[in-house]
């Protein structure tokens, strides 16, 4: 899985299945949290944070859209995770 960052959007590929990109224009919130156990690794739908994409760990970037949609995308590094989302102003 590979999720890159930019002043514009996010983008994540998690290859073969998704390739995806948000724009940070239709982001409402983003966080980073620690949103534990959903039921093991992998894509994970219908949890009580939207689709979970992760590898390990239980660390992720919630994002909530202005559409009312939500993803977590998770991450290795938290804290440099959180760094950038106080950078984009969130």
């Known amino acids: ?31 980073v949290i620690n949103y534990g156990f959903v039921g093991g690794w992998g894509i994970r739908f219908w949890t009580q944070y939207g689709t979970v994409y992760n590898v390990r760990g239980n660390k992720g970037l919630h994002i909530k859209l202005k559409n009312g949609k939500q993803l977590v995308i998770g991450t290795q590094k938290p804290q440099e995770l959180e760094k950038i989302v106080t950078q984009l102003g969130f």
């Open 1 to 31: 899985m590979k999720t890159t960052i930019t002043q514009q959007n996010i983008q994540l590929t998690y290859f073969p299945f998704v390739w995806k990109t948000i724009k940070l224009s239709d982001i409402d919130t983003m966080k």
